[in-house]
């Protein structure tokens, strides 16, 4: 027996890429559990969204957090078919040896433990249910970043966190996809989010000079980093898993000063 998709669980769901992402999946079929820190507010946005959406508080560096939630979804849906590891927080903005130890934990906490508990649960799940016509029986996306595989002096946590959660996909990939389950991740550079707003407010980065340092010119909007979500969980992916996605308007892939990208063009 066969089945499709149809429920996405999205961690971070509140604002910014998780937000936009559980648009773009709302848009495209599938119903959304939107978990936040921020219960209400991913209340009201799965309200926005219509009927068959839910919204969900959730700390995702709780294990009781997350045992209830995951338990909870699974017997309003019935399944849980895809899962996008997005909940995120800022890095200090310091210099290294100024930093506080507890903020350089909670950092790592949600990035990478939150990654790890959400997809702990939902892999128990996805593992009893049914495959579907491409033999798959679920797909998570992790988030990485331009920051997973490039050093930026000062965010230490933010950086060695989304290593983790780079190796982390690798090796989920290659332990469930005999079992049915896809594991990937996107690799987004800067994004216009309220969290890189916060950021360039406190002097951590340059908008401008961000500009500048992309071949693409520009930062990303968030719906673009949503697509790309929505591709890998989607059908469409059923023969990839373990991979990195970036999506970072060329970033990574300018092996050479910025000044021989010329000037952006309006």
Not at 137 to 157: D, L
Not at 193 to 213: C, F, M, N, W, Y
Request: aromatic content about 6%; proline content about 3%.
């Amino acid at each position: 027996m066969t089945r499709k998709f149809s429920l996405a669980l999205v961690t971070g769901a509140a604002d910014g890429i998780g937000w936009a992402t559980a648009q773009c999946l709302a848009t495209s079929g599938w119903h959304v559990a939107l978990l936040d820190l921020n219960g209400e507010l991913a209340k009201e946005r799965a309200s926005f969204l219509g009927e068959g959406h839910t919204g969900w508080a959730c700390d995702v560096t709780s294990i009781e957090d997350v045992k209830s939630c995951v338990t909870e979804i699974k017997a309003t849906y019935g399944s849980i078919d895809a899962l996008v590891n997005n909940a995120g927080i800022a890095d200090q903005t310091v210099p290294t040896l100024v930093q506080d130890i507890d903020a350089f934990d909670r950092v790592l906490a949600v990035h990478l433990r939150g990654t790890f508990l959400m997809s702990q649960q939902v892999i128990a799940c996805m593992t009893e249910q049914s495959r579907n016509a491409e033999g798959v029986r679920g797909a998570i996306v992790n988030i990485g970043s331009i920051a997973s595989t490039g050093g930026i002096p000062g965010r230490n946590a933010y950086c060695a966190a989304k290593a983790g959660v780079l190796g982390m996909t690798r090796a989920l990939a290659s332990e469930w996809a005999r079992r049915g389950i896809r594991v990937n991740a996107v690799a987004p550079g800067y994004v216009k989010t309220s969290l890189v707003q916060k950021l360039t407010e406190q002097g951590a980065i340059d908008g401008v000079s961000i500009a500048r340092r992309t071949p693409m010119g520009r930062m990303a909007e968030t719906y673009e980093i949503a697509n790309a979500i929505s591709f890998l969980i989607s059908p469409q992916a059923s023969y990839i898993t373990g991979v990195v996605l970036p999506v970072d308007g060329g970033w990574a892939a300018l092996g050479a000063p910025d000044t021989v990208l010329g000037p952006i063009e309006v």
